[in-house]
């Protein structure tokens, strides 16, 4: 029998999902709280869940990729009483499978949740739950919820042969998921060719990636094999791809779609086998609204997209890494192994990492060498500008925190009484709510809008509408 969990605080909606639930067969828990939800997932296997956004002590979207990371890896469906296009597109990104409204009809409800139920059962007959673990994933090192969700990912498009984009911050390691699709395909044995967009001069990248014959320009005193010819057989990488000059990305389409390629000053052309893996940090869909990418070649890159998590949402990686770049640095130092303070992990994992994983190498790098013959590391070793950002979040922190007791202390609601009207007092208080809520998110993330619409779940129109409206400045 199908185990569901609902995660919703409204009686009545709790209710309603029960019952359709157990109509179609199913075992169901509830509970009203985030808390409650992922202490019921760790007590329990259950196949699919669904959650609310809005809780009494946060906000669903910010558990979802641990219950989806779960041994069980249940199905997720968001529910919400209010549709926000850009909450949506947050939950699916971040392995929710699917969004809908409390509004739905009990039918449109049934027909989502067997959907969910058919594509875990056809799942659990593959194999599917188990992907990541079988993956060789040489030098990516982590075991967050939101890494094992995007290396499951590498292991479903890894067997294909279709072509891959991966997006992501910069020094999220872009090169070394390419690296591991190419490994765990079938390609492994071929040839693996990067191609730095970036640094491609355009006057000569039909020669770089084309190649050419001998007096084919000026200066081509040799045949010279292009890089798309040496990956046949494997995989081509192109880093950066969004900086691919104009010039070059109409040839470089045929190539995609004829599959030969015909080098500078050749007549014939040759056929060429290789599987394409692109990488960008730039938005593409921007770049081909403004006229910069041809849509038809980022059509032909995205035939599968993997994101990759920046190092601030993968929770408990940090030390995992930081114990594995300190090893390899004593290892080739030849030095004794280090260990780290308590005090040197937690100021690191206090950290934004705006620079991700190099970032944190950078950085490990900094205090291996301030440490010098130091058998400990501590955060004195770290850079002072790192130390100085951490101590300035952590001190802006309590101060929000201590007001926020006050005023609870208070009753919550500053100068609204129960002698009030029921619907005006509960409009005050949430009121309030809302502007406390918001003003500690824009402290926590130093003012970027864009992780405030991430952790609220509200499109960015809502959210400018909210500080508008409570008179929060984003600096």
Not at 55 to 73: F, Q, R, V, W, Y
Not at 183 to 205: K, M, Y
Not at 207 to 216: D, E, Q, T, V
Not at 399 to 411: C, I, K, V
Request: charged share 25%; hydrophobic share 40%.
């Amino acid at each position: 029998m199908p185990r569901i969990l609902i995660i919703d605080d409204d009686e009545s909606i709790c209710h309603v999902l029960s019952r359709t639930v157990k109509r179609m067969g199913c075992d169901v828990d509830s509970v009203g709280t985030l808390s409650a939800g992922v202490g019921m997932a760790r007590a329990r296997a259950f196949d699919v869940v669904f959650l609310d956004v809005k809780l009494p002590d946060g906000n669903g979207l910010s558990i979802l990729g641990e219950l989806t990371a779960m041994s069980a890896k249940p199905e997720v469906i968001i529910v919400t009483g209010m549709g926000d296009p850009a909450g949506a597109e947050l939950a699916i990104k971040n392995g929710a499978w699917d969004y809908i409204e409390k509004s739905y009809s009990v039918e449109q409800i049934s027909l989502t949740l067997k959907r969910a139920l058919d594509y875990r059962r056809a799942r659990s007959k593959e194999g599917g739950n188990t992907l990541w673990s079988v993956l060789s994933r040489d030098r990516i090192i982590g075991e967050s919820p939101a890494l094992t969700r995007v290396l499951d990912t590498v292991a479903q498009f890894a067997g294909a042969d279709s072509n891959v984009l991966i997006t992501g911050e910069t020094g999220t390691g872009k090169e070394l998921f390419a690296h591991a699709i190419h490994q765990n395909s079938g390609r492994s044995d071929g040839p693996f060719v990067t191609v730095d967009c970036a640094t491609l001069p355009e006057s000569i990248a039909q020669s770089i990636l084309f190649g050419h014959r001998k007096g084919a320009f000026t200066g081509a005193e040799k045949d010279q094999l292009g890089l798309i010819l040496q990956a046949n057989g494997g995989t081509l990488f192109l880093d950066e791809v969004g900086e691919l000059p104009p010039s070059v990305q109409k040839n470089f389409l045929r190539v995609l779609q004829e599959r030969s390629i015909r080098s500078l000053g050749d007549r014939e052309e040759r056929s060429v086998d290789f599987r394409l893996v692109a990488a960008t940090n730039r938005n593409l869909d921007d770049m081909t609204a403004a006229g910069t990418f041809r849509s038809d070649l980022l059509y032909r890159l995205r035939a599968s997209h993997i994101h990759l998590p920046p190092l601030r949402e993968r929770a408990g990686d940090i030390r995992l890494l930081t114990e594995h770049f300190l090893e390899a640095m004593c290892a080739r130092a030849g030095t004794a192994p280090k260990t780290c303070s308590t005090d040197f992990l937690e100021t690191l994992e206090a950290y934004e990492w705006p620079g991700n994983v190099r970032e944190l190498i950078h950085t490990l790098e900094h205090a291996f060498t301030a440490a010098k013959l130091d058998q400990y590391l501590f955060p004195q070793h770290l850079p002072p500008g790192l130390r100085a950002k951490v101590a300035r979040a952590r001190i802006a922190g309590p101060t929000h925190s201590a007001a926020r007791t006050q005023e609870d202390a208070n009753g919550g609601a500053g100068d609204v009484t129960p002698s009030q009207p029921l619907q005006e007092y509960r409009d005050a208080v949430l009121a309030r709510a809302e502007s406390r809520y918001l003003q500690n998110l824009m402290t926590s993330t130093n003012g970027n809008v864009r992780e405030v619409i991430r952790l609220s779940g509200l499109s960015q129109s809502r959210l400018y509408a909210l500080l508008k409206k409570y008179g929060i400045t984003t600096h």
